[in-house]
């Protein structure tokens, strides 16, 4: 879909980027100042790479050895800014039709009303952009890139200045959307909550290059991309699906390759495929099977690798039913348990360490 | 009642016409300055700067002598607007509102530029990425954000139009009729024996015209203002 590989000066700082993304929604994950906007930036036609190229689906946007520089307003990608940049001087259903009415009947894929009902935004047709909330303005924004029916939605950390409620408000509709409508999406954050719940690839940035690409629970679960992942408490990122609700114990149970896990009650409907993460921390090993423990998850598993990290803590990979995951235990501990690969351990993990905000319905890639 | 007297009437009609046109013709060129000025880089742009400006600095009297040696029927380019389409400029009310405008430019492109200067670039880039051109950008976007400052602008010119009188005077003179707007005939009335009521009633004239344009476009900048709030 999206082919690039761009360098671009700007002051002391260099990006230098290269990048394939497909279809479903890809996530530039990184610090401020990594150089995830100016990618998106060179992406829209709003900055110029020094040299480099630039393709979407199959259409040259940028070539600097054959003097390609498409006009931002002939590239047709739907750009979604942090600060929504609705124009103020227009209704929102100007605004939504602002990049729709400057479309050929053939070149438009992309259906008004749909587009209302999915965002949930027709009770604000009539309105100024001024009498709206941090979120209604971003729900008009993404509509409006999407009815320019673009090749692909460019979106530059959509929810960063909103507050919890807000996301909570918009996120949903980001995930149905790049299904929904069968575009792709760069998606630009530096909030791991959003990757979870987003994102189907990963791409890494560090210091104006991408560090790291692939699928989103491949590249959190790898041990050694710590450093830039881990600003969020390192663990693993598995796939599961929600098996029920028990109102009694108020346990919710998830189920993945690996056997079942038990945590504090949530609302995810049962059936709902997910994306879970816990923290490596929060796993403890023993050799035996404990019998009589508080700690609910008790999950048979095999050590894949042992290897030391920073403080005196020992990395321990577990391959539980085929899934990774990842523990870290004290150097003590390993002294005693004396850990080595191929031995048949216990994985334990408390139900209550896995919080809500560690689960994230997360479907298949579109 | 206060009824205007022919001579009244006539002076308020040119003085409205003049300072009209001045205002209307100077538009484009005020707003596509103001553009330059607030958006482009080029070479000698502090003198177009200066330029632009001096006519709010120089006597007016110097302006107009300047205007009656460029525009006058032997002028550089009078001349020739003459000799090849029989315009003449000088003495004409034509004349009086050239003078006008140019007094007034200075205000126009100050109060446009500063609101060019306060538009979101932001705006602007996200039209481009809706697929507008950057012409079609400007006039459905930058344009409409800009219209408090052109209004501003269009308002200032207007009244110090109306005012203007040493640009005028030195380049068109004073011919009933033609270019005798309502400052030039209270002038004259100034410099006549007994015609200090009558050039009472062209203060009180002006001071009410004046008054209603100040009024019209505190009207409409609220309006103007309403309309980007919501």
Redesign the interface.
Same mark, same amino acid.
């Given at each position: 879909m999206l082919e690039l590989a761009v360098t671009r000066r700007q002051g002391t700082f260099q990006v230098q980027v290269e990048l394939n993304t497909g279809t479903g929604v890809t996530a530039l994950f990184g610090p401020s100042g990594s150089g995830k906007t100016s990618v998106i930036n060179m992406v829209a036609g709003l900055s110029r790479p020094d040299c480099g190229r630039i393709v979407v689906d199959d259409k040259v946007l940028f070539d600097s050895t054959i003097g390609i520089d498409v006009a931002p307003e002939h590239r047709r990608l739907g750009y979604v800014f942090q600060d929504g940049r609705l124009f103020p001087h227009l209704s929102v259903r100007s605004n939504l039709n602002f990049g729709l009415n400057r479309l050929s009947a053939s070149e438009r894929r992309v259906d008004f009303d749909a587009v209302i009902e999915v965002l949930g935004i027709g009770h604000l047709l009539d309105r100024r952009p001024a009498l709206l909330s941090g979120g209604e303005k971003q729900r008009v924004a993404i509509g409006r890139a999407l009815l320019a029916s673009p090749r692909i939605l460019l979106m530059d950390e959509p929810l960063a200045a909103l507050d919890s409620n807000r996301k909570a408000e918009v996120l949903p509709f980001i995930g149905a959307l790049s299904k929904r409508f069968a575009i792709p999406i760069l998606y630009v954050s530096h909030s791991m909550d959003e990757v979870l719940s987003l994102a189907d690839t990963l791409v890494l940035m560090d210091q104006g290059r991408a560090a790291a690409a692939g699928p989103t629970e491949e590249v959190l679960s790898r041990l050694e991309l710590r450093a830039l992942t881990g600003r969020w408490e390192a663990g693993s990122v598995i796939r599961a699906v929600v098996q029920g609700h028990d109102t009694e114990t108020g346990m919710t149970r998830l189920s993945f390759a690996g056997g079942t896990l038990a945590m504090a009650r949530n609302h995810l409907p049962p059936g709902a495929s997910v994306r879970l993460r816990i923290h490596a921390s929060d796993i403890a090993i023993a050799l035996d099977r404990p019998g009589r423990v508080s700690v609910r998850n008790i999950l048979p598993a095999r050590v894949r690798s042992v290897s030391a990290a920073e403080g005196h803590m020992v990395d321990v990979v577990l391959d539980c039913g085929g899934t990774d995951l990842w523990a870290q235990i004290s150097g003590c501990a390993q002294a005693d348990l004396a850990l080595q690969p191929g031995m048949e351990v216990h994985a334990m993990i408390k139900a209550l360490t896995i919080a809500r905000g560690d689960v994230a319905e997360k479907g298949d890639a579109a | 009642m206060f009824t205007l007297t022919s001579l009244e009437q006539e002076a308020l009609y040119l003085s409205l016409l003049v300072s009209g046109w001045a205002v209307v013709g100077s538009l484009p060129v005020g707003i596509a300055c103001a553009w330059l000025l607030a958006r482009r880089e080029f070479p000698g742009k502090a003198l177009v700067d200066g330029l632009i400006h001096l006519p709010l600095v120089l006597p007016p009297v110097v302006v107009g002598y300047f205007l009656l040696v460029l525009l006058g029927r032997r002028g550089v380019v009078g001349g020739a607007l003459y000799d090849w389409f029989g315009i003449t400029i000088a003495f004409t009310w034509k004349g009086a509102a050239i003078a006008s405008a140019v007094i007034a430019f200075p205000l126009m492109v100050r109060a446009i530029r500063l609101s060019l200067e306060g538009v979101?670039r932001? /705006?602007e880039?996200?039209?481009?990425? /809706? +697929?507008? +051109?950057?012409v079609a950008t400007f006039f459905?976007?930058t344009l409409? /954000?800009v219209?408090p400052g052109i209004l501003t602008g269009v308002i200032l010119a207007f009244a110090r139009s109306l005012s203007e009188f040493g640009a005028t005077i030195t380049f068109v003179s004073n011919i009933p009729g033609e270019t005798r707007t309502l400052p030039i005939a209270l002038y004259a009335l100034t410099q006549v024996p007994g015609g200090d009521e009558a050039a009472l009633r062209l203060c009180i004239i002006s001071v009410v015209v004046a008054f209603a344009a100040l009024l019209a476009a505190e009207i409409l900048s609220r309006r103007v203002q309403a309309?980007?709030? +919501?």
């Amino acid at each position: 879909m999206l082919e690039l590989a761009v360098t671009r000066r700007q002051g002391t700082f260099q990006v230098q980027v290269e990048l394939n993304t497909g279809t479903g929604v890809t996530a530039l994950f990184g610090p401020s100042g990594s150089g995830k906007t100016s990618v998106i930036n060179m992406v829209a036609g709003l900055s110029r790479p020094d040299c480099g190229r630039i393709v979407v689906d199959d259409k040259v946007l940028f070539d600097s050895t054959i003097g390609i520089d498409v006009a931002p307003e002939h590239r047709r990608l739907g750009y979604v800014f942090q600060d929504g940049r609705l124009f103020p001087h227009l209704s929102v259903r100007s605004n939504l039709n602002f990049g729709l009415n400057r479309l050929s009947a053939s070149e438009r894929r992309v259906d008004f009303d749909a587009v209302i009902e999915v965002l949930g935004i027709g009770h604000l047709l009539d309105r100024r952009p001024a009498l709206l909330s941090g979120g209604e303005k971003q729900r008009v924004a993404i509509g409006r890139a999407l009815l320019a029916s673009p090749r692909i939605l460019l979106m530059d950390e959509p929810l960063a200045a909103l507050d919890s409620n807000r996301k909570a408000e918009v996120l949903p509709f980001i995930g149905a959307l790049s299904k929904r409508f069968a575009i792709p999406i760069l998606y630009v954050s530096h909030s791991m909550d959003e990757v979870l719940s987003l994102a189907d690839t990963l791409v890494l940035m560090d210091q104006g290059r991408a560090a790291a690409a692939g699928p989103t629970e491949e590249v959190l679960s790898r041990l050694e991309l710590r450093a830039l992942t881990g600003r969020w408490e390192a663990g693993s990122v598995i796939r599961a699906v929600v098996q029920g609700h028990d109102t009694e114990t108020g346990m919710t149970r998830l189920s993945f390759a690996g056997g079942t896990l038990a945590m504090a009650r949530n609302h995810l409907p049962p059936g709902a495929s997910v994306r879970l993460r816990i923290h490596a921390s929060d796993i403890a090993i023993a050799l035996d099977r404990p019998g009589r423990v508080s700690v609910r998850n008790i999950l048979p598993a095999r050590v894949r690798s042992v290897s030391a990290a920073e403080g005196h803590m020992v990395d321990v990979v577990l391959d539980c039913g085929g899934t990774d995951l990842w523990a870290q235990i004290s150097g003590c501990a390993q002294a005693d348990l004396a850990l080595q690969p191929g031995m048949e351990v216990h994985a334990m993990i408390k139900a209550l360490t896995i919080a809500r905000g560690d689960v994230a319905e997360k479907g298949d890639a579109a | 009642m206060f009824t205007l007297t022919s001579l009244e009437q006539e002076a308020l009609y040119l003085s409205l016409l003049v300072s009209g046109w001045a205002v209307v013709g100077s538009l484009p060129v005020g707003i596509a300055c103001a553009w330059l000025l607030a958006r482009r880089e080029f070479p000698g742009k502090a003198l177009v700067d200066g330029l632009i400006h001096l006519p709010l600095v120089l006597p007016p009297v110097v302006v107009g002598y300047f205007l009656l040696v460029l525009l006058g029927r032997r002028g550089v380019v009078g001349g020739a607007l003459y000799d090849w389409f029989g315009i003449t400029i000088a003495f004409t009310w034509k004349g009086a509102a050239i003078a006008s405008a140019v007094i007034a430019f200075p205000l126009m492109v100050r109060a446009i530029r500063l609101s060019l200067e306060g538009v979101d670039r932001g /705006l602007e880039q996200a039209a481009r990425t /809706l +697929g507008c +051109g950057p012409v079609a950008t400007f006039f459905s976007v930058t344009l409409p /954000l800009v219209m408090p400052g052109i209004l501003t602008g269009v308002i200032l010119a207007f009244a110090r139009s109306l005012s203007e009188f040493g640009a005028t005077i030195t380049f068109v003179s004073n011919i009933p009729g033609e270019t005798r707007t309502l400052p030039i005939a209270l002038y004259a009335l100034t410099q006549v024996p007994g015609g200090d009521e009558a050039a009472l009633r062209l203060c009180i004239i002006s001071v009410v015209v004046a008054f209603a344009a100040l009024l019209a476009a505190e009207i409409l900048s609220r309006r103007v203002q309403a309309r980007l709030k +919501g």
